[in-house]
């Protein structure tokens, strides 16, 4: 009787674990039968591919359109063109619309030739009213006058040819169209000047120093050595 309990149990424990791997088996198979199937390139691809790097917020910063100040500054584009670019406060520009002497006047920029004059607003060599839209805010002006000084004032020109003032820019130089005829002839040799500081430290005396740096300079056409020499004792 026990040997047949045992041997009882014994076929219990054997069934229950068959039974219990079943399952576990029929489990697994059913996962990978619903997984998706992926191809080895892919399966590759997604290995080796870095993941995306999430960009950062951008902050940005604009920069106002207006500074609630009346100016109006003048630049220099090249020999033949200047920029002007202004700024009329809203208090300002408020008192314009509201004169009636405003009303019938278009804007303009007047350009004054002031080279070699200092400008009081009534002395320019000549002038020139440049018409601009009513909300422009900079302008460029073609001048083609190179080596000469100009300024501008912007303003509103009536009918009758009167002209009222609003802003009035800086002065400013055009360049020269052409080589510079200024001609430097105070410069040594790079050359020169090197090996002499090489004696200098080797300690070769200043008066020495001076006499060759003078023969230097006598190679340079327009160059005096007698100037060097005179001026040693500053050396």
């Not at 080796?48 to 950062?56: A, F, K, V």
């Not at 802003?167 to 510079?180: G, Q």
Request: with cysteine; proline share 6%.
């Amino acid at each position: 009787m026990t040997a047949t309990v045992w041997a009882a149990v014994a076929i219990l424990l054997v069934l229950s674990v068959a039974l219990f791997l079943w399952i576990r088996t029929d489990r697994t198979r059913r996962r990978v039968a619903t997984r998706p199937q992926i191809s080895f390139d892919e399966e590759f691809a997604q290995e080796i591919s870095p993941e995306p790097l999430q960009q950062p917020s951008e902050f940005v910063c604009e920069l106002p359109r207006r500074y609630g100040q009346d100016r109006l500054a003048l630049l220099v584009r090249d020999p033949g063109w200047l920029f002007a670019y202004w700024e009329v406060s809203a208090t300002r520009l408020e008192a314009i619309r509201s004169s009636p002497k405003w009303r019938n006047a278009r804007p303009v920029l007047r350009l004054y030739n002031v080279t070699g004059v200092d400008f009081n607003g009534h002395n320019a060599l000549s002038f020139v009213d440049v018409p601009i839209t009513p909300d422009a805010t900079s302008w460029h002006i073609e001048v083609n006058q190179p080596n000469c000084s100009f300024c501008v004032d912007l303003g509103r020109l009536a009918p009758n040819g009167e002209f009222f003032t609003i802003l009035r820019s800086n002065i400013v130089t055009t360049p020269r169209a052409a080589l510079s005829d200024r001609i430097d002839e105070e410069w040594m040799w790079i050359e020169g000047i090197y090996r002499s500081i090489v004696k200098a430290e080797t300690g070769v005396s200043s008066v020495l120093i001076v006499e060759e740096l003078g023969r230097k300079a006598a190679e340079i056409p327009g160059v005096s050595s007698a100037t060097l020499i005179q001026d040693r004792g500053e050396v």
